[in-house]
């Protein structure tokens, strides 16, 4: 699923229009990581307090560099959700704090709330590259930058989100209100953890929500302390409770609950139904869900060709492959299709892999164990159905989940690793002829969240954009996000938008109220 991204430095060659908008934080100085932060949040936070769970459960968390257990978290199940939503009802209730404050003070705690983060960036950074393994680099200068950007971007919107007066016929005065939907279940993905926090917190404490959130049991480090700095900043006790836990114990819960009014997931596919169903056979609860992809990047013969292998290796490779939106099924047109393939390798060959803390490293391990040996397994299926692996396929280093970066050649529509979401570095190179019979192979998925094309041409980067069936098209880049443009999938990559102001939707009731007035004048 989702992610982020960026232009990082040494990817952006290409025009100085593209490069632009991260040259301000490339040049900013990254301070030395501490490769051992210490722990400071690892219970439930409920209420603005700290909790073990009901329970008394604790589970491991990882370092995916090394294998070895951080700490143990409290593990949260469906004793500490009903608390958490307890809490949550308290504190939307009618007449709290919460209710009665005043729009733009949601906003000014949202702003503090990305003040605290730019205070602490450099910890938070290095927690979520110890427990995620992303290189510290990413973390500091992408995604800690992006997590800002989407706080504030949404606590702009706190006081400007609102309803409209509406001229009805005969002596009436009708207006409508956009009111909170009340208490928001959230459940956020493993790869991306704090600015997966952000895009849920952001749209929901805006529009005056209440939240439950269940976070990754792969990686609840860092969000975990985000709870200490929610508090901090001010939000009354109740509005956010964060719950570390599993799927199918607290996921579940809180799909469930017949006192949880809205559920949003990132995640796969495959619990996006189960959290659909769940939802509707409880309360109808409403549910948005930004699921699996496997985007199409398409590379037209007149792309220019430094650029174009540039940003379909990022594409692939950026979080380690980790990312909903991976321009997994790269198409290039045949009569450039040789030489894109040996660049392409040649690129995936140079690509550093090893230590997240060091600064050379571009390629940190995988998340965990699960996702390692599942990765080797579609290279394995890949070579077995007959696709050409031309470098990589194996682990990169003798602990931790490291893999090599991966490039397959040859690849058909029909193979398992053209069709399945691999979710890491492994690149898939496909050959075309023509622009419609690209864009029929590329909508040949039962995904449609993301996907690019590459070319000089106007025309047929407008035709094959409006032909293709995904959330977002890029033209000539990739992994261009923003807090201003939404993001969300066509069929089984779920729906809903997240992100700009069509990301509020999901939050707000719109109530209409017609009032009996003696006379009506224009």
Known sequence: ?????????????????????????AASPIPAPNPRPDIACNKIFINNEWHDAVSKKTFPTINPATGEVICQVAEGDKADVDKAVKAAKAAFQLGSPWRRMDASHRGKLLNRLADLIERDRAYLAALET???????????????DMVVKCLRYFAGWSDKFHGKTIPLDGDFFCYTRHEPVGVCGQIIPWNFPLLMQAWKLGPALATGNVVVMKVAEQTPLSALYVANLIKEAGFPPGVVNIIPGYGPTAGAAISSHMDIDKVAFTGSTEVGHMIQKAAAESN??????????KSPNIIMSDADMDWAVDQAHFALFFNQGQCCCAGSRTYVQ?????????????????????????????????VDEE?????????????????????????????????????????????????????????????????EEVIERANNSRYGLAAAVFTKD???????????????????????FGAQAPFGGYKASGNGRELGEYGLEAYIEVKNVTIKVPQKNS
């Open 334 to 366: 045949e009569d450039i299709y040789q030489e894109f393939v040996e660049r392409s390798v040649e690129k995936a060959k140079n690509r550093v892999v090893g230590n997240p803390f060091d600064f050379k490293t571009e390629q940190g391990p995988q």
């Open 458 to 480: 106007i025309e047929k980067a407008n035709y094959v954009s409006h032909g293709l069936r995904a959330g977002t098209v890029w033209v000539n880049c990739y992994n261009v």
């Open 284 to 293: 109808l609860k409403r549910v948005t869900l930004e699921l699996g992809g």
């Open 130 to 144: 110890l427990d995620n393994g992303k290189p510290y680099s990413i973390s500091y200068l992408v995604d800690l």
């Open 371 to 435: 996702q390692f040996k599942k990765i080797l397994g579609y290279i394995n299926t890949g070579k077995q159905e007959g696709a050409k692996l031309l470098c990589g396929g194996n682990p990169a280093a003798d602990r931790g989940y490291f893999i090599q970066p991966t490039v397959f050649g040859d690849v058909q529509d029909n193979m398992t690793i053209a069709r399945e979401e691999i979710f890491g570095p492994v690149m898939q190179l496909l050959k075309f002829k023509t622009i």
């Open 1 to 25: 699923m989702l992610r982020a991204a960026v232009r990082v430095s040494r990817l952006c060659r290409g025009p100085a229009a593209l490069r632009a908008p991260f040259s301000a934080a």
